[in-house]
Structures are given as C-alpha cells and as structure tokens.
C-alpha cells in the first residue's frame, strides 16, 4: 500500500478571514481523503446577539466578515423587517442593492486575485486589486467607509446617497467594464489557464444539491439559484440583469461564473444609481418597534445565500437570531471536490469555493511515518507554479499576458 | 408545478401529520410536525419538492426545544419552515444526515450548543466547541451557566 501522508493546511494565519483546518490526505501527490475542521474562529455571535438591542445587532453582523461586511447586514436586516413587517422607502431598496453590487465586485477581483496568485500569475493579481482599489474608493465616498459600511438598519439606510457623487461613481463603475473584458479574454482564451483549472476539482449538479452548495459554487456546476431573482428582495426585482449559469463545474467555470457575474453586478450599480437620481427619499421609515414573531431574511453574498433567522419577542433585542453563512454549505463539498487530484491542484481547488482562504502560510506537511519531512505553505504554492511551467514548457506557451495598453 | 400546487401537495402528502400550518406572508410559510414525522417531511420537501435545506434554527424555550428547518422553494420565491417541538428533559430525534448529506453538520452544531441527540447521526461529534468542551454544557440553553451542566 502506498504511504499515507497527512497535509495539515491552516489553523491560522493573518491572511485568513475565517481559519479553517483542512488535513489533506495523500498518497505520494494524489489527495484520497480530506478532513474538515472548523470552529477557530468561534465567537458565539449568534448568543451575542440575544443581547444587543436591533440597531447594535446590525453592527454586531456586519463584524462576522470582512468581505461580505454589508450581506450579513442586509440579509439581518431583512429578517428584522419580516418579523416586525417594516416597510421600507424604495430610493433604500435602490441603495442597498448599490452597495451589495459594490461588494459583491470588490469580493469577486479580491479572489480573482487570488487566484492568480494560487496559479503563478501574479500579474494578474495585481492588476485585479487594483481594480479593487477603485471600487474601496467609492464604497468610501459613499458610506464614510473602505469596508463595514455601517450603511444598513432595519426600516431602510442610515446614509443617502449624494446627488452630487452620482456622476463620479457612474464612472467610475462604467470605467471598470474594460478591464473586466480584458479579464475574461485573457482567461477564457489562454491555453495554460485552461490547461490549469479545466476539469480541476469537478463537482456535479448532483453533489452541489445533496450538499445544498450555493453561490457561484452551485451555478458553475449547472444549478441555477440565486436568492437575488428566485426570492426578490432590494432592489433586485426593479432593474434588468440576469443569473450566470456555467454546466462544467470545474475550477475554470467557476472563474468564468464570477468574472461574468462582475459584469452584471455593474449593470445592476448602474441602474441603480441613474434611479437614484430621480427617486425620492426618505432612505428610512424609521421603525419604532418590532412586534412579537418570527422573520427570515436572506441574500445572495458573493459566495452564496447568507441567511438569517430573527425571533422577536416584543422587546428591543431578538429573543433569538440564527446566521448561517454561504461557506458553512459550500465548505463540505471539498472533501469531494479534492478527491483524486493532485497536491498542486489542492490549493486551487480549495479555494474555488472561495472560502477566503488564502492562508497557504501556516501550512506545514509532515511525514506520518518518521514526523520529519516538513513542506510550508511556500511549498504548496511552488508546487502549484511549478505544474504551471512544467506545462508552460510542455505546451510551448507564454502564459497569460495582459493586453494592458488596451486600458488606454 | 406552480407554487400553489407544490403547497397542496406539500399538505396533503404529510396530512394529519401537520399539527399547524400558518402562511405568514406569501413567502413564508410555517408548519409544525412531531420529533417522529420530521423525517417524512424532510423526505418530500428534499425528495419530491426539490426544496433546497437552508438550515436549522434550535430555539430553547420554557415549554420546549424548537427546531426549525428551513427549505427554500428557490422556483416560487418561498421559504418553507418544517417546525418540532422536542422535550426540554430529553431532546432526541433521529439524524436526517444520511437523507440530505446537507444536515450533517447543523445537527453536529444543534447538538453541541443546544444538546439535541440525533440517533444515527454518521459522525457526531463537535464541530464548533473545542474537542474538550465538558460535557452536559450547551451554551445556547437558556439556563446555561459556564461551568455548570444545564438542565432539562
């Protein structure tokens, strides 16, 4: 029988929003087995909560991620609305859904990023967060904020949004549809970046629906869900866009899914804000109090449906209020999606799923049999660029280059 | 099927079964079975609805402990909400794990934090709690108390 070996990827690392521990189990490079096991960042927000009155409890949520730091409060606010029935003032509706697609954007060039960093092309790293950069820029101008806007409450939004900061963020919203296209060209027509994640980490239709797997993760793989159209809620319902779906399921589709998700997210921004120009406020009904019930509230984060569940007694605070996050269902589909591939195709499939998990630098491997042999995160990434040039050679290719006098 | 159909067919497969059924709005939908019909319930919804789980809520209340599971309609635009009541002295029920692969780890969190039993569950052990957790303690019980066992 071929040796085992054990590949413990995380607990922590300062790169990591959520620490996650994966055990790899390999035999010589193939990945036969992978252990999940989370709880590190345990912070009993859900206990917390039952004593925080709804304003501070939106605050409360917004701290569960960094990156999906308005979903969670949309999604809570929602379930809010839904025990108490508020009603809220449609020129909200429109900003809510503004700073989703802001986020949602932001979330998407942050792991394509990755990505490509994870690959070996570290060009287009940078150049997707600096993309990024632009859109911090507006999510600032417009809520005081680079990240936990603070923008969200029960009954509408804190913060209108300036008639006189509409032109700016137009365009620069419309200025990122170039580099947006340059970066689906680069990847949908590069050989090696096909070669790299085409039929990598496959995961079908029907694993993605016994693991209720949600989000890109779920579309890539051929099943159309996405809270924003099936359960409209925002403004999602009032502007024209439409649900990328992709059938392969593989890492590759799963690129495709986001990039070409970016672009209707900028569709949706737009409509947004040329709405924002004639509706008028109020941006908050201004609930008084919420009435004793049940509510639900859910949105499609960048990584899938973020769902929240409210409990209302009467009083100011929520007798209780359950969170559940897109990852704690995408997670769970690793441990097939690994499966028979190979050690330099783990780090990219692992973070297809986009668990923010870019902690490659607390991973250490070891030899179950002696303890001795000891591989670091920087291992695991070598191995992944070193695949992509053995191809590179292989195949006679450059790699990706991007075409950035194109930008202009 | 319409969203009204798989409503009616949702109603008239689980029958007697369904002890109460309130339409809150047209998106929610609440409905309350016993700890024993759950399994049932989950079978149509999962099986012949196509209802995706979106999880469970455990609420620990005087009278008893409240599991909610919650299954998105994602083609009607609606959330159904499968509610049982199990006694605060033993709360049990059977695992729905190896039905909807999807439970596995809510019913590993319902039982560590709320001290629901799942019988058969395929791997119960902590998934949030730190392995030396002591035991007997839920945090999410009302009457929790850190350092104390919490009682039914």
Redesign the interface.
Known sequence: MAKRTIIPIGPYHALQEEPEFFRLHVEGEKVVHLDIEIGYNHRGIEKLSESKHYDQTVFLVERICGICSTSHPIACVQAIEDAGDVEVPERALYIRSLIGELERLHSHLLWLGLAGHFLGFNTVWMWSWRFREDLLNILELITGNRNHYGIMKAGGVRRDVRPEDIPSVLKIVRGLQKPLHLFRDTVMDDPLIQARTRGIGTLTREQIIRYGALGPTARASGVDIDVRRDHPHAAYGLVDWKVIVAQNGDVFDKVVVRILEMLESIKIAEQCLEKLKTVPGPVDSNPKEIKPGEGIGHYEAPRGEVFHYIRSDGSNRPARHKVRAPSFMNLPTDREAVLGYTVSDATIILAAVDPCYCCTERLAAFNVADGRKRWTSADLIRLSREKTERLKKELGLPGPQLPLEALG | MSRAETLTTLKQKLGAKILNYFE??P??I?LEVRPEDVTEATRILFQELQA????A???DTPQAIEI?Y?W?L??H???V?VRTKLPREKPEMDSLAAL???I???ERELWELLGVHFRNHPDLR?????EDWPEGQY??RRDFVKGKPSHG
Not at chain 2, 52 to 55: A, K, M, S, T, V
Not at chain 2, 126 to 130: A, T, V
Request: aromatic content about 8%.
């Open positions: 809150k709005s998106k929610r609440y995706r789980f979106q999880i809520t455990g609420v909610l919650h998105a994602d083609r635009g609606c959330v909400s909807c692969p999807a596995e780890w809510i902590h998934l949030l709690l730190n945090p999410l």
